[in-house]
């Protein structure tokens, strides 16, 4: 067969069934696509810290001190002593502190989303997410075979009353539950007090686990905070927490971790032990010297002032640019906010837009690639984190002429 017919020819190959189930991710494919353009492109599409939120300088001088024989060899898999010690000690002044029996240090956030799911997910099980979703999480559980509800989310996150309903219908009872209780991803919204209590008692009725996914719980700017799961539930076996330094310091460390019950620790490191042996050593040897120094929490007040910018700007450019022709919501901290297309724009559909915008130079993610089911057509997740208040209003300017493009086509 020559070169041409081979790559032609299509392969049966023996895959297992859960194969049919690896549904890929349009958030993480972006960041491909977006590589190989050739023209200027505003990034609204990925949730990336800003690039002057990556203490970038700091990371390049510990770099270069930590590479020792230590970072060259395996470590252990629940993760490198000294960032453990470091993170119980940081975690002891936020709102969810934790001991370090209860800790593994995963690859980051989605590891954590993975090692649940490996825990708690059988194949052809009912697991409840949020709807908009980050949708890698539910393809996560989908890739262990789950069975989704999507429950719709409002300005007060998760819409928690109408989960007896909903799970009634399935004549199911439900063995998870994945929330992003803080700004959310994708629609930035919070996760109310009440709601939070009624998805607890909620989780215990079924037995089920609460996947608490939580990574922007630390960037609130505005609002006042809500207690967590945590902190209304403490010691709560079927709270799970996903937790990642992916979007306070940087998510090319690729390191997070997880925190639950110690009864499950050794499974979660058994899992990991089946999965990458132990997260990226040196990686954790520059966080865990960067928390050493102390400057965590000036990082993370400085950053919360630029993505408090950043959101107004943004809030500020939709409105000048669309006009009546939208809402939005207003989230008080995170990096995302959600826009539904209104009046004249309103039967549009965004994934036909997507490819309209990119050739005007704005990338965004389409609604129906932020929900399992393919929802929300006319709707768009803007990142406002990744982008100066100058190129927000041009890439919402360039959102402006992709609109009117779409809509005379
Ligand atoms: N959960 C949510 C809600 C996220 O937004 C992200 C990152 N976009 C993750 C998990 C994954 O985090 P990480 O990059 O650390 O794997």
Same mark, same amino acid.
């Given at each position: 067969?020559?070169?041409?017919?081979?790559?032609?020819?299509?392969?049966?190959?023996?895959?297992?069934? +859960?194969?049919?189930?690896?549904?890929?991710?349009?958030?993480?494919?972006?960041?491909?696509?977006?590589?190989?353009?050739?023209?200027?492109?505003?990034? $609204?599409?990925?949730?990336?810290?800003?690039?002057?939120?990556?203490?970038?300088?700091?990371?390049?001088?510990?770099?270069?001190?930590?590479?020792?024989?230590?970072?060259?060899?395996?470590? @252990?898999?629940?993760?490198?002593? +000294?960032?453990?010690?470091?993170?119980?000690?940081?975690?002891?002044?936020?709102?969810?502190?934790?001991?370090?029996?209860?800790?593994?240090?995963?690859?980051?956030?989605?590891?954590?989303?993975?090692?649940?799911?490996?825990?708690?997910?059988?194949?052809?099980?009912?697991? /409840?997410?949020?709807?908009?979703?980050?949708?890698?999480?539910?393809?996560?559980?989908?890739?262990?075979?789950?069975?989704?509800?999507?429950?719709?989310?409002?300005?007060?996150?998760?819409? %928690?009353? &109408?989960?007896?309903?909903?799970?009634?219908?399935?004549?199911?009872?439900?063995?998870? /539950?994945?929330?992003?209780?803080?700004?959310?991803?994708?629609?930035? %919204?919070? !996760?109310?007090?009440?709601?939070?209590?009624?998805?607890?008692?909620?989780?215990?009725?079924?037995? @089920?686990? *609460?996947?608490?996914?939580?990574?922007?719980?630390?960037?609130?700017?505005?609002?006042?905070?809500?207690?967590?799961?945590?902190?209304?539930?403490?010691?709560?076996?079927?709270?799970?927490?996903?937790?990642?330094?992916?979007?306070? &310091?940087?998510?090319?460390? +690729? %390191?997070?971790?997880?925190?639950?019950?110690?009864?499950?620790?050794?499974?979660? *490191?058994?899992?990991?032990?089946?999965?990458?042996?132990?997260?990226?050593?040196?990686?954790?040897?520059?966080?865990?010297?960067?928390?050493?120094?102390?400057?965590?929490?000036?990082?993370?007040? =400085?950053?919360?002032?630029?993505?408090?910018?950043?959101?107004?700007?943004?809030?500020? =450019?939709?409105?000048?640019?669309?006009?009546?022709?939208?809402?939005?919501?207003?989230?008080?901290?995170?990096?995302?906010?959600?826009?539904?297309?209104?009046?004249?724009?309103?039967?549009?559909?965004?994934?036909?837009?997507?490819? *309209? @915008?990119?050739?005007?130079?704005?990338? $965004?993610?389409?609604?129906?690639?932020? =929900?399992?089911?393919?929802?929300?057509?006319?709707? !768009?997740?803007?990142?406002?984190?990744? =982008?100066?208040?100058?190129? *927000?209003?041009?890439? %919402?300017?360039?959102?402006?002429? @992709? &609109?009117?493009?779409?809509?005379?086509?």
């Amino acid at each position: 067969m020559t070169a041409t017919e081979l790559s032609h020819h299509s392969p049966t190959f023996p895959l297992a069934g +859960r194969a049919k189930d690896l549904v890929g991710s349009m958030i993480d494919s972006s960041t491909s696509l977006l590589a190989a353009q050739q023209h200027d492109i505003v990034r $609204f599409a990925m949730g990336s810290p800003a690039d002057e939120a990556v203490p970038a300088e700091e990371f390049r001088e510990i770099a270069g001190s930590i590479l020792d024989h230590t970072s060259f060899t395996y470590g @252990a898999s629940e993760g490198e002593p +000294r960032l453990l010690d470091l993170l119980v000690k940081y975690l002891a002044g936020t709102p969810d502190p934790a001991s370090e029996d209860r800790l593994v240090i995963t690859t980051g956030g989605m590891q954590g989303l993975d090692l649940a799911c490996k825990l708690f997910v059988d194949p052809g099980d009912l697991v /409840i997410t949020e709807s908009p979703t980050y949708t890698n999480g539910s393809a996560t559980a989908l890739s262990y075979g789950a069975q989704l509800l999507e429950v719709p989310v409002d300005d007060e996150g998760m819409m %928690v009353d &109408l989960l007896p309903d909903l799970v009634a219908r399935t004549h199911r009872t439900p063995k998870a /539950i994945y929330t992003i209780p803080n700004f959310q991803n994708p629609s930035g %919204v919070t !996760l109310s007090l009440e709601r939070r209590k009624a998805l607890l008692e909620m989780a215990h009725k079924w037995g @089920a686990v *609460i996947i608490d996914d939580d990574p922007y719980a630390l960037l609130r700017f505005s609002g006042e905070e809500i207690p967590t799961f945590r902190t209304l539930s403490p010691d709560d076996p079927l709270l799970f927490s996903v937790r990642t330094f992916s979007k306070i &310091l940087a998510p090319g460390w +690729r %390191v997070g971790w997880v925190d639950a019950d110690p009864a499950l620790r050794q499974l979660l *490191i058994n899992g990991k032990q089946a999965m990458d042996t132990c997260t990226n050593v040196p990686n954790q040897h520059i966080v865990a010297e960067y928390i050493s120094r102390g400057g965590l929490d000036d990082h993370l007040v =400085s950053i919360r002032e630029l993505y408090r910018i950043r959101r107004d700007a943004m809030l500020t =450019s939709l409105q000048s640019h669309l006009g009546e022709d939208y809402t939005s919501t207003n989230p008080d901290g995170g990096f995302f906010l959600w826009v539904t297309l209104q009046g004249k724009y309103e039967g549009l559909d965004t994934r036909e837009l997507f490819e *309209i @915008a990119l050739a005007q130079g704005v990338a $965004f993610i389409p609604g129906p690639a932020l =929900s399992p089911g393919g929802h929300f057509r006319n709707a !768009l997740r803007l990142c406002f984190a990744s =982008s100066t208040p100058e190129r *927000i209003d041009e890439g %919402v300017r360039r959102l402006k002429s @992709a &609109l009117d493009l779409a809509l005379a086509a």
